[in-house]
C-alpha cells in the first residue's frame, strides 16, 4: 500500500496587483528624475550639437535630438522638477482650500454650508481647464501661476467630496457618542470627524495629481507657462508640433506624459479599493 502526498507550493502574495505595481515604479521614476535628473543624463538639456540637429533616436539619444541639435530625453529628464513641482503645487492648493471650505461647510451646516455649497456649485459649473486658463491670464503667464491657476480650478472638486464625508461622519454613532459624553466642538472636528472623513481625500489627491500634470502641460501647450528655453512637457509637445516630420519630438514628451497620467490613475483607482 503506497500513500502519495502532494506537495503544494508555497504561494506568493504581492503586495498590490502588477499593473499597481508597474505605476509605482513609473512614479518613483519620474520622482526620481525630478529630484536628481543629472544622474540620468550627461547632457545639457539648453545647450545642444548644431551638427546632431534632428537625429533619430538611436543608442546616444534615447528620444533623438531636436532642431538645435539638444538631447531629447535630457529635456524631458530636466523638465520633470517644473512639472511635477508645479502640479504637487496644484494638488496642496486645492486640497488646503477645497478641504477646508468642505469641512466647514460640513460640520457647521446651516447658513455657512448653504453659502459655501453655492460657492462651490458655481465653480463646478465652470469647466476645469476654462477656469485655469481665466486665472493664469490674470496672475501672469508663468509655471507657478499656471500651478495656482489649476490648484484653484480643483478647489471645488475636494470641498464637494470633504463636505459629502464630512456629512456622513458627523452622523455617525460614534461622533453623537463624543456629542453626549460632553466633547467640545474642536476635540470631535480634530479627533473623530476630520480623520475620518480625510481617508477619501487621499485617492482624490493622487488623482487630482495627475490631472494637474495634464492640466499644466495643457497650459504650457498653449504658452501660459514659462517661455523657452524651459522644457516643461507640455512646452516640449508644443514645439514638437512644428516638426511633424520628425515625430519623435512631439511623440517622446507626449508619451511619458500619457504614461505618467496613467500611472497615476491607476494607483488612485487601487487606492479607493483598498479604502
Known amino acids: ?75 524631458v529628464i530636466h523638465g520633470t522638477a517644473s512639472s511635477v513641482s508645479s502640479a504637487m503645487i496644484a494638488v496642496l492648493i486645492a486640497l488646503f482650500l477645497g ?79 463624543s456629542f453626549l459624553s460632553g466633547g467640545s466642538r474642536w476635540h470631535i472636528l480634530t479627533q473623530h470627524v476630520l480623520p475620518n472623513a480625510s481617508r477619501s481625500v487621499l485617492p482624490l489627491a493622487v488623482l487630482r495629481f495627475g490631472q494637474s500634470v495634464l492640466t499644466i502641460a495643457g497650459l504650457a501647450f498653449l504658452g501660459y507657462g514659462d517661455p523657452p528655453p524651459a522644457s516643461d512637457w507640455g512646452l516640449l509637445i508644443s514645439i514638437g508640433k512644428d516638426y511633424l516630420r520628425w515625430p519623435w519630438l512631439l511623440y517622446a514628451p507626449a508619451l511619458v506624459t500619457v504614461i505618467t497620467v496613467l500611472s497615476l490613475n491607476r494607483i488612485s483607482r487601487w487606492l479607493r479599493k483598498t479604502d
Not at 116 to 127: N, S, T, Y
Request: glycine fraction near 6%; avoid cysteine.
Open 1 to 75: 500500500m503506497t500513500i502519495s502526498s502532494t506537495a503544494t507550493a508555497p504561494r506568493i502574495t504581492l503586495p498590490a496587483p502588477p499593473f499597481v505595481l508597474l505605476s509605482l515604479l513609473v512614479v518613483a521614476i519620474i520622482i526620481a528624475w525630478s529630484i536628481a535628473p543629472n544622474l540620468f543624463t550627461s547632457f545639457d538639456s539648453a545647450v545642444g550639437v548644431p551638427a546632431d540637429k534632428l537625429q533619430a533616436p538611436s543608442a546616444a539619444h534615447w528620444f533623438g535630438t531636436d532642431h538645435l541639435g539638444r538631447d531629447l530625453l535630457a529635456r
Open 99 to 177: 478641504g477646508l471650505t468642505g469641512l466647514l461647510a460640513g460640520f457647521l451646516g446651516g447658513w455657512v454650508d448653504t453659502v459655501l455649497a453655492r460657492l462651490v456649485d458655481v465653480l463646478l459649473a465652470i469647466p476645469n481647464f476654462l477656469l485655469a486658463v481665466i486665472v493664469v491670464t490674470a496672475l501672469g503667464f508663468s509655471t507657478t501661476n499656471a500651478a495656482i491657476a489649476t490648484g484653484i480650478s480643483a478647489v471645488a472638486v475636494f470641498a464637494r467630496v470633504m463636505r459629502s464625508e464630512v456629512i456622513k461622519t458627523r452622523s455617525a454613532t460614534f461622533v453623537e457618542a
